[in-house]
């Protein structure tokens, strides 16, 4: 998706946010430590397709890397403020409550656990997703049910390993866990026959696939055997950021329903539509609110572009990866899907 200036038709509207607008208590916690270090330091995978990955220009791209591009077009009005950590998945939660990142965008399933014992706040799902199995074609395997004493490839610190472990156990199978830290250790061992299986999130299936030598000598399995709400992650404990994280992605989904995008938001400032103005910060003090810009949702559109935008660009029907949001839980609840936002007002 092409972006747009920082500096455009919006500067009006406070786009790059002054000094006097942090007074009053803002110099503190994760905002202020934001805006003292000019950039928003956002955590995220080490490499997958479609959600947070390095083009040939070296140039990070994603639907994850795209939110937090919009988070720092919010705060600062530049979605160029952002500086990228890759993480392995075993090594993000300590990266995100040590302070080394500000914000964890790296397709991360929300659970109870990490709700309550890793101090952490998830912001919302920006991708709604669920475990699946790829095998090599020459297998003859159509099922889940015919894996008994397969080897699995996975990931260490995720919550594929639980998942796998409940799916062979509740159906008296028997199976051999070959785990890695890093993304690409799995996909190599998994090329080379190291192992029957490849196991991950679906939408991580889709991606990695396209690292194999033949894509298309694998199959993805037919089962989905867990819930995987994948969303943004901030440290417990400082509200105010986590606002902003979380109002972040409702802007985005919401003017999305609204038919707000990056190619027409400038000419929507003129609306009379109260829930657009709303959006848009003609009307109201919402960003103030937060602690920054009335003009933050108005940024993030503009640099960004709506949820709908950021997805079709990174991971839609017509990118390799082919995930169609038509009749799937990504799309947005007016057609039938799960993407729903708060209204801001």
Same mark, same amino acid.
């Not at 709400?229 to 994280?245: A, K, S």
């Given at each position: 998706?092409?972006?747009?200036?920082?500096?455009?038709?919006?500067?009006?509207?406070?786009?790059?946010?002054?000094?006097?607008?942090?007074?009053?208590?803002? @110099?503190?916690?994760?905002?202020?430590? %934001?805006?003292?270090?000019?950039?928003?330091?956002? @955590?995220?995978?080490?490499?997958?397709?479609?959600? /947070?990955?390095?083009?040939?220009?070296?140039?990070?791209?994603?639907?994850?890397?795209?939110?937090?591009?919009?988070?720092?077009?919010?705060?600062?009005?530049?979605? &160029?403020? %952002?500086?990228?950590?890759?993480?392995?998945?075993?090594?993000?939660?300590?990266?995100? /409550?040590?302070?080394? !990142?500000? =914000?964890?965008?790296?397709?991360?399933?929300?659970?109870?656990?990490?709700?309550?014992?890793?101090?952490? &706040?998830? #912001?919302?799902?920006?991708?709604?997703?669920?475990?699946?199995?790829? !095998?090599?074609?020459?297998?003859?395997?159509?099922?889940?049910?015919?894996?008994?004493?397969?080897?699995?490839?996975?990931?260490? @610190?995720?919550?594929?390993?639980?998942?796998?472990?409940?799916?062979?156990?509740?159906?008296?199978?028997?199976?051999?866990? %070959?785990?890695?830290?890093?993304?690409? $250790?799995?996909?190599?061992?998994?090329?080379?026959?190291?192992?029957?299986?490849?196991?991950?999130?679906?939408? @991580?299936?889709?991606?990695?696939?396209?690292?194999?030598?033949?894509?298309?000598?694998?199959? +993805?399995?037919? $089962?989905? +055997?867990?819930?995987?709400?994948?969303?943004?992650?901030?440290?417990?404990?400082?509200?105010?950021?986590?606002? =902003?994280?979380?109002?972040?992605? *409702?802007?985005?989904?919401?003017?999305?329903?609204?038919? %707000?995008?990056?190619? &027409?938001?400038?000419?929507?400032?003129?609306?009379?539509?109260?829930? =657009?103005?709303?959006?848009?910060?003609?009307?109201?003090?919402?960003?103030?609110?937060?602690?920054?810009?009335?003009?933050?949702? #108005? *940024?993030? =559109?503009?640099?960004?572009?709506?949820?709908?935008?950021?997805? $079709?660009?990174?991971?839609?029907?017509?990118?390799?990866?082919?995930?169609?949001?038509?009749?799937?839980? *990504?799309?947005?609840?007016?057609?039938?899907?799960?993407?729903?936002?708060?209204?801001?007002?």
């Amino acid at each position: 998706m092409k972006l747009r200036s920082a500096m455009g038709a919006l500067t009006a509207l406070g786009m790059v946010m002054t000094s006097s607008a942090f007074a009053d208590g803002h @110099g503190d916690g994760t905002l202020g430590s %934001v805006m003292k270090n000019g950039s928003v330091q956002c @955590g995220v995978s080490q490499g997958l397709p479609g959600f /947070s990955n390095k083009d040939d220009a070296g140039n990070w791209t994603g639907i994850d890397v795209d939110f937090c591009r919009g988070v720092a077009a919010a705060v600062f009005g530049d979605s &160029n403020a %952002v500086k990228f950590t890759p993480l392995s998945a075993k090594e993000r939660f300590t990266a995100l /409550s040590s302070g080394e !990142v500000d =914000i964890l965008s790296r397709n991360t399933t929300w659970t109870m656990t990490r709700d309550t014992q890793l101090g952490l &706040n998830f #912001a919302g799902v920006n991708y709604y997703d669920g475990q699946g199995m790829m !095998v090599p074609s020459s297998l003859g395997v159509t099922a889940a049910t015919e894996l008994d004493g397969a080897s699995i490839c996975t990931n260490t @610190g995720t919550t594929t390993e639980l998942n796998i472990t409940d799916f062979f156990r509740s159906n008296n199978m028997s199976f051999e866990l %070959v785990a890695f830290e890093k993304a690409d $250790e799995v996909v190599a061992a998994y090329d080379s026959g190291r192992c029957d299986v490849y196991t991950t999130d679906k939408s @991580g299936i889709a991606a990695q696939r396209l690292k194999l030598a033949d894509p298309a000598a694998h199959t +993805i399995l037919p $089962e989905t +055997i867990s819930k995987e709400p994948l969303g943004p992650v901030v440290r417990q404990g400082d509200d105010q950021w986590f606002n =902003i994280v979380r109002w972040t992605l *409702n802007c985005m989904i919401n003017a999305e329903e609204m038919g %707000v995008d990056s190619n &027409n938001v400038s000419g929507m400032m003129s609306s009379d539509n109260p829930g =657009i103005k709303r959006l848009l910060g003609t009307e109201g003090t919402f960003g103030e609110n937060l602690g920054i810009s009335n003009g933050w949702c #108005a *940024n993030i =559109i503009e640099q960004v572009g709506n949820y709908g935008q950021t997805y $079709e660009a990174n991971v839609g029907a017509s990118t390799p990866l082919k995930l169609a949001r038509d009749g799937s839980v *990504n799309a947005l609840w007016t057609s039938g899907g799960l993407m729903y936002a708060p209204p801001i007002r």
